[in-house]
DNA sequence: CATGGGCAATCACACAGGTTAAGTGCTGCC
DNA sequence: GGCAGCACTTAACCTGTGTGATTGCCCATG
């Protein structure tokens, strides 16, 4: 038992390093969160986490690999409404909103450890300061998804595709999972297109246009953000809604 | 002082339905919210009720009127990215994100209360079930922002417009606010064109083809979703990310 | 070694929605 | 009572992105 909590404690150093990028945490409140875990589960590409309409009694937190949050559509088509890395839960949501509104699926070869509800309601009752951090992590995510929404309305498919790049960039960097401008990225351009909301054959001309831009290089696995700060600006990206910025909260 | 509070509480209305809709709300915590609230504020159509990049120090709680929250971008261009009815916070996210990335806007005459960030500390201190009822306010946020993305992503403009102001009609019915598929909407074309991601010209389009398709009739002031049946089923609604389900959270 | 399926890359064509511009009608204000 | 300003409407034209189909590559599988 004491081993698989140091084990989990181990997994669990990506969502310690994303909340303390925005807050300190106390050793006692990552106990609380280590012996909060239970089961670690494994999935391939193209699997299902969680399921839409499911009811499930328990978090899952990632931690390794790449997530998206889905929605499909009755005429098949698919819009993803998050990508999540390692630290990030991908249902904590549930938590308080009980039935699933979308799906969750697999975009890599990913690892997660999941977290009853119950020993959520636990923390909620006993680390007010914990339970803060963790609605943080909730709100963090409707950031996102506001400004992906602004995204959507406003900016063109390139400046999109370049926007979930820089960000997806900077929330790797912030875990210590990416520096140098580069991050393995084994993700198919069919997701990165329902990612975007564009159909794949525009998500190939997109990417063609940023690598005869001088913005990237992509060979499959490793993405290389070659001028980070043109293509910053190409997508007005401003990180500002990452608050990444550590203070009491 | 005991006056206020009373005043305070008829105000409260609105969000204690809303609330309520999802879970059951004990007198202590109605209570202890009646008692948070600090001031009434009014603001005009074009007001600002909060700015981007600030550091509010309390929470606003819309109690009558539209408000809606969007960002500018440097082109000029304005995305909304929510709709808040009375009931709704358009900002209780400011309590742990700190500062704003997107501003709060009033689309018609409203009316609001402010909470200082300091007395929901202390909620979150005393009461973890009522702290985790204004988690789940921000929840719902996040719903309602992914299910605009999907809608961005992949529904038409026509579809979405539609999509929208089933959305508002449930919401607004949801608070005993409307009723008959209709109610007061006192919103500007231009604004609906923020909300939806499309040009002041292509609403005006979209909106002829649903009246003239017989979905709904708007002389300014009153909205008539003639049939709504039809409505949801062009809009492709589904009104389970509203989550109007009454059980323990 | 052959085969089939998934993925990336292109092409030709169609159309939803953007842009620009001009005109109408209403309201509020000096 | 005339004028300025704003919201709405309509038109002509342009373009970004979708659709459908085809090709070639790579890799896993039998």
């Not at 309409?53 to 390794?64: I, K, M, N």
Request: overall charge negative; aromatic content about 8%; hydrophobic content about 45%.
């Amino acid at each position: 038992m004491t081993s698989q909590i140091i084990e989990a404690a181990e997994l669990l150093q990506p969502m310690f390093r994303k909340l303390q990028q925005r807050d300190e945490l106390g050793d006692e409140e990552k106990r609380a969160i280590a012996e909060a875990a239970d089961q670690r589960l494994v999935f391939a590409p193209g699997d299902d986490l969680v399921a839409d309409g499911s009811r499930p009694e328990h978090s899952t937190l990632v931690t390794s690999g790449f997530t998206c949050r889905y929605k499909m559509l009755p005429n098949g088509s698919r819009q993803f409404t998050a990508i999540h890395l390692a630290g990030d839960f991908v249902d904590l949501h549930s938590f308080l909103l009980k039935e699933m509104d979308h799906s969750v699926g697999a975009l890599s070869h990913c690892t997660v450890i999941t977290f009853p509800h119950e020993r959520l309601v636990t923390i909620s009752q006993r680390f007010p300061h914990l339970t803060r951090m963790l609605w943080l992590s909730t709100l963090l995510d409707g950031a996102m998804h506001r400004e992906w929404l602004v995204g959507m309305g406003r900016l063109s498919a390139a400046q999109r595709t370049a926007h979930l790049l820089c960000e997806i960039y900077l929330r790797l960097a912030a875990i210590n999972l990416a520096r140098d401008n580069q991050f393995n990225f084994p993700i198919t351009q069919a997701s990165l297109a329902d990612a975007v909301g564009i159909s794949t054959v525009h998500v190939n001309r997109v990417l063609q246009e940023l690598r005869h831009g001088g913005y990237l290089a992509w060979d499959g696995g490793m993405l290389d953000l070659l001028d980070l700060d043109r293509l910053k600006a190409f997508a007005q990206f401003d990180e500002t809604y990452l608050h990444l910025v550590q203070e009491p909260r």
